[in-house]
Each structure stands twice: as structure tokens, then as C-alpha cells.
């Protein structure tokens, strides 16, 4: 079993549309916890950090259960924009390596 | 440009040459980190420095791999005897020792074995 899980997509939604993607992670050791976002042949840039109370960045809302070592994001009114590889990532004792998940793909779609 | 810069954009190479990658760090990030990503999957973690420490080493880290940050500023990532399976995309990362943060990425090097 991998460390860090993510919904297998691809996911195909049209503009407008409220998706959610689901991560789960195998270590209880994790102490930080992050979404990035990574387009085609590109390299992986950070959506938000996710913090235990939950957050939210505009259309983006972040969710995190440590007791069923669970991570969401929640995209709201998607956009053309939006499409691109959605990376779950943990991280251990504050620094040590931050461990992907595979990703989750979006299309989103006129 | 501050950010993570890597060098070489792309090499192709032949079977059994050695290749170096290069990668120079947010100047004032102490940890650096090296992954690898092939396609449709997420980076996989090779190996960390914090500052010239080499901390962690994934069993990924074959011993034709060897990674060096001598003086805790710039990393080299040397790939000795390549093989077709080490064709992929190695990403460098750096961030602060320091709570909560995130890693930045470099634009990777894209190696491919001919």
C-alpha cells in the first residue's frame, strides 16, 4: 500500500462545477500537509496548505482529519484554468522528505 | 529569478554513459531535495540534504545514483551507467528548516535513455 492515496481520476467536469478530490495517507507520523498543483510537463507548484481547523483560498476549501488520517480539496465554480494534476502531499516532522501522492487529473470542460 | 533553478533543461543520453543534474536552491533554503517523476505518476522522493548533510536516501537511491551538496548551497545528482528505466523527469526541491513549509520546485531536468 502506498504512503499518500489519492482518487484514481481523471476527473472530467464542465465549467462551473463543484468537484472534490479525497487523499488518505498511511502514517500517523505526518505533521504537515499540503495540495499541489502540477500542469502538463510542468513542475509542481503549491495550491494551499491544509491546517487542522480546515481552510479556504477563494473557490478552494482544504479539509483535514487526522484521526482518519484523511485530506480533501473541494473546488468550487471550476475553471478552464483548473485543469491540471491535483497532488496530495505529506510531510513528517516539519522538513523531513514530503511524500506525493500520485495525483488526481482534472479536465474541466466548456 | 530567485527561485530553484536546474540545469540541464533535457538531456537524452546512451545506455551505460553517466549523467550529472544540477540544482541551485531559493539562496536562503537549507534543505534541498531530490525527486523523480515519470509519467502519470507523482514525484517520487530520492533524497534529502539539510544544508552539506545528505539526512535521508530512499532505496530508490541505487548506488549508480550519488547526490552531493558540498558546500550546502548548489546539488549535483550524478547518475552513473545509465539505464532505459532512469529515463524520467528528476525535479529538485529546496525549503526552510523552519515549521511549517512548503517545498518550491525547480523546472526539472528531463533524462532520456537511448
Known amino acids: 500500500r502506498k504512503e499518500v492515496e489519492q482518487d484514481p481520476g481523471p476527473f472530467n467536469v464542465p465549467e462551473g462545477a463543484t468537484v472534490a478530490f479525497n487523499c488518505t495517507y498511511s502514517?500517523?507520523?505526518?505533521?504537515?500537509f499540503f495540495w499541489y498543483r502540477q500542469d502538463c510537463r510542468k513542475e509542481p507548484k503549491l495550491l494551499m496548505s491544509?491546517?487542522?481547523s480546515g481552510n479556504e483560498d477563494g473557490r478552494f476549501t482544504a479539509q483535514l482529519n487526522r484521526a482518519s488520517q484523511y485530506i480533501s480539496l473541494l473546488i468550487r465554480d471550476s475553471k478552464l484554468s483548473d485543469s491540471a494534476t491535483y497532488l496530495c502531499?505529506?510531510?513528517?516532522?516539519?522538513?523531513?522528505?514530503?511524500?506525493f501522492g500520485p495525483g488526481t487529473r482534472l479536465s474541466v470542460l466548456p | 529569478d530567485t527561485g530553484v533553478s536546474q540545469d540541464p533543461r533535457h538531456k537524452i543520453t546512451k545506455r551505460g554513459q553517466n549523467v550529472t543534474f544540477r540544482c541551485d536552491p531559493i539562496?536562503?533554503?537549507?534543505?534541498l531535495y531530490w525527486y523523480r517523476q515519470t509519467l502519470g505518476q507523482g514525484p517520487e522522493f530520492l533524497t534529502y540534504?539539510?544544508?552539506?548533510?545528505?539526512?535521508?536516501k530512499s532505496r530508490l537511491l541505487s548506488d549508480r545514483f550519488s547526490a552531493e551538496r558540498p558546500k550546502g548551497s548548489f546539488s549535483t545528482l550524478e547518475i552513473q551507467r545509465t539505464e532505459q528505466g532512469d529515463s524520467a523527469m528528476y525535479l529538485c526541491?529546496?525549503?526552510?528548516?523552519?515549521?511549517?513549509?512548503?517545498?518550491?520546485f525547480g523546472q526539472g531536468t528531463r533524462l532520456t535513455v537511448v
Open positions: 526541491a529546496s525549503s526552510l528548516y523552519q515549521g511549517i513549509t512548503e517545498a518550491f
Open positions: 502514517n500517523s507520523a505526518s505533521q504537515s
Open positions: 491544509v491546517y487542522s
Open positions: 502531499v505529506v510531510n513528517h516532522n516539519y522538513g523531513q522528505n514530503f511524500v
Open positions: 539562496s536562503e533554503h537549507n534543505r
Open positions: 540534504f539539510q544544508n552539506e548533510a545528505q539526512l535521508e
